[in-house]
């Protein structure tokens, strides 16, 4: 039965690393959480190793920035992984080829620019890859839409039918379908990943719920703690990503019910239910170790 509790200090001793979701989490886009952003400072000086895990699309360095802006201290994680990372690193090695079209922000130019050292390395030893019309491509790299502020996924749907007449491959660099900024929903790749799969069209998948971002992150804790087998906990607000794949990997989950889910909870985001609580993750055969309003 999940443990419904009030701050991470209660349970961060059990544990020698955190995975921790960003969006909902530790900000909303706009600002951080101070809260959450004291927590995760507590967290290491216990010795507890943080490892931001995000399903952004844009490499750790461009997150690393963005978390400079909002005010996030540096000396509150040790590591960032990032969704963009783990599909860099399929990028690079051809998952959907060599000539691909993308579909994209220009805000998300760093993911084929700005590569961390690790997928750098691999890259060096690999062709080149190619930006092309989609006529032109053999596959796609989706980081999300062009104008996420205007646009919805119902705009790509002639491009996306294109794209499965051709029989490309979707290289999908976030798996989120929506996420929240400041008081805005916003569509995400996931989204349009999700209808090409609806057309018949395949799509891979590299952040979470989905093994390769875990893979990665836990490549790199390897290289920032001494534990052999470290116990780690996973921390977010998004039932589809943080909590089903910190399950699938065997791993505690904090289920954050405060997030993009806190109006199934009661009217009080701070005060969840646990009636509702207890029944809606039984409804969807779910069990986090622990479930916390808001990360503090």
Not at 47 to 66: D, E, F, I
Not at 265 to 285: I, N, V
Request: aromatic share 6%.
């Amino acid at each position: 039965m999940t443990r419904l509790i009030a701050s991470l200090a209660e349970v961060s001793g059990q544990y020698d690393a955190v995975f921790c979701d960003l969006w909902g989490c530790l900000h909303n886009g706009k600002v951080a959480f101070p809260a959450a952003v004291a927590a995760l400072h507590a967290a290491r000086a216990q010795g507890v190793t943080v490892v931001l895990l995000t399903n952004a699309p844009r490499p750790k360095s461009s997150v690393a920035a963005q978390l400079d802006r909002l005010g996030v201290p540096r000396n509150a994680w040790d590591e960032i992984v990032t969704s963009g990372d783990a599909a860099q690193f399929a990028l690079v090695t051809g998952a959907v080829g060599r000539r691909i079209h993308h579909i994209g922000a220009p805000k998300d130019e760093p993911f084929f620019t700005d590569f961390a050292a690790d997928i750098a390395a691999v890259a060096a030893g690999q062709p080149p890859v190619q930006r092309v019309t989609l006529d032109e491509a053999e596959g796609i790299v989706c980081t999300g839409l062009r104008d996420d502020l205007t646009e919805t996924p119902a705009d790509y749907r002639a491009t996306l039918m294109m794209a499965k007449q051709l029989g490309l491959p979707m290289l999908c660099a976030n798996p989120d379908i929506v996420v929240d900024f400041g008081d805005r929903r916003l569509w995400c790749a996931g989204a349009l990943a999700r209808d090409y799969e609806g057309m018949g069209g395949r799509a891979l998948y590299f952040g979470k719920p989905h093994p390769p971002i875990y893979d990665l992150a836990r490549r790199r804790l390897s290289a920032r703690t001494k534990a052999e087998a470290p116990a780690i906990l996973c921390i977010g607000d998004g039932v589809g990503t943080d909590v089903q794949g910190g399950l699938a990997e065997g791993l505690d989950v904090m289920f954050v019910t405060g997030g993009i889910e806190s109006a199934a909870f009661g009217p009080d985001a701070q005060r969840p239910d646990p009636a509702r609580l207890e029944t809606w993750l039984a409804e969807r055969a779910l069990s986090p170790v622990w479930a916390i309003p808001h990360l503090a």
